[in-house]
Each structure stands twice: as structure tokens, then as C-alpha cells.
């Protein structure tokens, strides 16, 4: 059977979040967006995962609120390595409370778990390995969003050209992250490991702008698990690289934004440009040939009607999409040009031509998003901004 899956997320312990994010507004997120199993994310942080705890336990998932859960929780390990100390993002899955609450337990010797929802941990990512695997050999990692510039493991300033430098075959995925897709993830060698997609949402519209379908013999962790190491992935939803944050090198603060064949210096202050995703992976491809699973652009439904029409009215046909296709990522699968006309009247048009990739972008850059519009499509003032 297939499921759909999104396993990195964050609650409204972590920072920079939204205060809506709760357990009960996150599973109603995922269930509008079409998750089958989502994170609770950030199970290490006391007052969250005490909001979880007398949730059903079936099966290695948590059932409540009308959703699964998987528990799931966003680290930065900081840690020596060659003589420079690495930041690195890394999500940890266990199968249940009892295991949550042993890792809350031991990793708090390495950070303060309370004070963000994504805690900081002085730990390398070998040794929470042999520390997690040594209490629950079935609790395991991924590396989160691979490719951005400071938080990540083959971003560019931790510097690393191998995930095998910091980690071993115990890591069970990679993530692509906003700024990057399978095809560019697989043009190197992280593209041995299973390519993932998820969230990493913030607030609950973010919910499922990326996800992972997976093929499972059951809802249960162990077979989820199974299907990712096994690389059993039917497709993934996936933000163009080019609306992500990081894609093109840039300057945020100097307004310049440049394709990875120019120039690493900053034509305005002088400064070493922050280098984005794509310059990654062109540095670290290797010329081998991965096979690469199935794969869908998508563009948040909210955020293209939102382009087409003005925004008293974007709520109600909204919800008149969700109505006709069961939820969000059922649109992208299922869209029919006389459906959207039915639904959309006037707007069916250019919300036909969006969904079908008829865009051009000016592409993200140094925490700046990237905007679409439509092919021949007049710039409009508001995306200029
Ligand atoms: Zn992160
Ligand atoms: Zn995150
Ligand atoms: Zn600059």
C-alpha cells in the first residue's frame, strides 16, 4: 500500500515558530495537506512531548487527534572535526513514548533540551549514533536538509565533501531540503543513501509543501522505516529548487544575486558571497549515475492563488479545491483543466498553466525565497517586493 508521509516539522517550542503549532493542529493540517503519518517533531523538549503522552500507542506510531505520529525531533549537533567545529542539522525517529522519553533523558547531558524545540547538542553525530542504536536499535537518524549553507551536513560552511567523513551507513536518509531536488541530490555521493523529502514547516500552512510517498507492506514504523532503507519511495513532492531559500549564491542585505559560475565576491561590500545549493552540488558531483525515484514540483495551492487573484476570496476557493480532491497533494496528482475551470471560473486558466509548470523564476538566494510567475505574465508589483 502506499502512504504519504511528512517527518520534519517543528512545534511551538521551537523557535522561530508559529504559536498555533500543536498536536491538534497539526494533525488537522496533515489531514487537509494529505499526510498519513506525520512528525510530532521535537520530542526532545520536556513540554512537548508531554503533550503526546497519552496519545494510543499501536504499532511503533502515536494515534490521536485524527492523525499517526511518528515521533521525530530536529538536533544541531556541534562537534571538532579537523580542527573546526561543524553545525549540523539531523532528525532522530523512535517507535515509541518509552524510547522518547530515554533520549530526552540521555541527550540532556548535551544541551539544554528546554530551551528550543530544535536543541543545540556538543555531541558528533558518530557518537549520538552509538548512543541512540546502544538504547533502542530501531530509533534512527537523517541528515536534515543536506545541501543549505549553514546547518547542514554538505553545506557550504561546514565544508564537507563526504557524509561518510562525520556518519556511516547507520544513517538511514538524506533530506533534500527546500533548495534542492532528488535529480541534483543524486548527481553526488549522497544520492547512495535514500533521498527523502519533508516539510521542515514551521507553521501549519507549511505543513506538506514537501513529503515523501512511500510504499509500505503497513502503517507501522517498522515498515516505514523499512521502505525508506529499502529506498521503497513511489515519489516525492518537492518545492522547485529554485523558490528555496538557498539555490543561487548571494547577498541578502546587498540585493545581489548571482548564478554559481560567477564570481564568489559580493560586487557591492566586497564580501565572500553566502554560496547556495546549487554550488554545492556542482562542486561535489561526482559523474556517477544513481537511479532516482519518481518526483513532483509543487507550489503551495494558497501561494498560487494567491498569485491569481486577490486575497479576500483566496480562503473560500481554497477550500472548494480541498472539497473536489480530498486534500492539497490530491490536487497535484489529480488536477483536470475542466475541473479547475468548474471550480476556479476565470482563475481555472492561470491556476491550470501554474500547476502545470508554465513558470519562470527569479530564484531564491542567501534566506531570500525565490518567486514564480506566469510565462508572459506581466511582472506584478507585489512580487517585486
Ligand atoms: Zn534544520
Ligand atoms: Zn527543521
Ligand atoms: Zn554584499
Redesign the pocket.
Known sequence: MEITIDI?LHGKYSRATSPYLNPETIAQAAKIKGIDVIGTGDFTHPLWIDLFKNLEERDGLLYGYGSRFMLSV?V?NVFEYMGRQLNI?NVILTNSLESAYQILDVLKKYGDLSKDG?PNLKISMMEMMDILKGLNRKTEVFA??IW?PW??ILGARNGLREIKEVIDDRLLAVETGLSADPNMTAMTSAGDFPIISNS?AHSLDNIGREATRLDVDDISYDSIINAIRSKRIVKTYEFYPQEGKYYYDGHRSCNIRVHPNQNNICKVCGKKLTIGVLHRVIDLKDGKTRPVHKFQYIIPIKQILNYVMNSNKIETYYKALIDRYGNELSIYDNFTKEDLYNILGKYGEDVYRILKGDIIWEPGYDGVYGVFRLKNDKIIEQLKS
Open positions: 520534519h530536529e544541531n542539522h530544535r536534515a536538509h543549505t546547518f547542514s521542515d
